[in-house]
């Protein structure tokens, strides 16, 4: 190339065969079989990564790898280790719907913080539980409906989840809270049906907002 420099870009070429192509923009100075391979190939390369900055490439990218790693979670499952483990299968939930919003929504950079959900729900015993379950509920619905143009693709045939679903859990935590501490805990009990409800009522709008579908 004419002065060791590529003449298009001005790169510092390595060689100064004029068969050659540009290893910096792909630049050809004399079309041949030989370069018009590089050619392609840097042209495909520019592509991919023209591709990869695109922000619905990324969030397609996003869906996929989501829906490689998690899966549809039965009604049994959810009542059974709820009960089973005594309440704690109800922190492994927050955790892992906060880890699935989190991949998935590739354009929001207030993620949520899994091990903020740890600490401060040993701090207050429990009470942030509430907060998180609410806040996730509701990041779930919004997200949604800011990728409503998928509904008709990744969604077609999942449930669609009731959009005051954020509302409903924050105050029936309030309510069945209110109602186990003037009952001086005696009617405590109504609190674990209520805890099932909520796990399985997000567990399907989180399955709903990143499209994870039943098995056949």
């Not at 209520?194 to 399907?204: E, L, N």
Request: glycine residues 6%; positive net charge; charged residues 20%.
């Amino acid at each position: 190339m004419k002065g060791n420099t590529c003449p298009y870009c001005g790169a510092p070429s390595k060689t100064t065969s004029t068969s050659d192509v540009c290893e910096f923009c792909g630049y050809s100075l004399k079309p041949n079989k030989n370069n018009q391979d590089k050619l392609a190939k840097s042209k495909n390369n520019s592509n991919i990564k023209a591709s990869s900055s695109d922000p619905s490439n990324l969030q397609d990218i996003s869906f996929k790898l989501i829906k490689s790693k998690y899966s549809y979670e039965s009604n049994f499952k959810i009542i059974a280790l709820t009960i089973i483990t005594c309440g704690l299968y109800y922190i492994y939930k927050l955790l892992n719907w906060a880890e699935i919003l989190n991949e998935a929504d590739v354009g929001n950079n207030s993620k949520i913080d899994k091990g903020s959900i740890i600490l401060f729900s040993i701090i207050t015993c429990g009470l942030a539980t509430v907060y998180y379950h609410y806040k996730i509920a509701k990041q779930s619905i919004d997200f949604a409906n800011k990728t409503r143009d998928y509904n008709n693709t990744l969604r077609e045939g999942i449930q669609k989840p009731i959009d005051n679903l954020p509302g409903i859990i924050l105050l029936g935590w309030i309510f069945t809270w209110s109602i186990s501490l003037f009952s001086e805990g005696e009617a405590s009990w109504i609190i674990t049906p209520f805890v099932i409800w909520s796990i399985i009522a997000v567990q399907r709008a989180i399955e709903y907002t990143v499209g994870i579908k039943k098995g056949i």
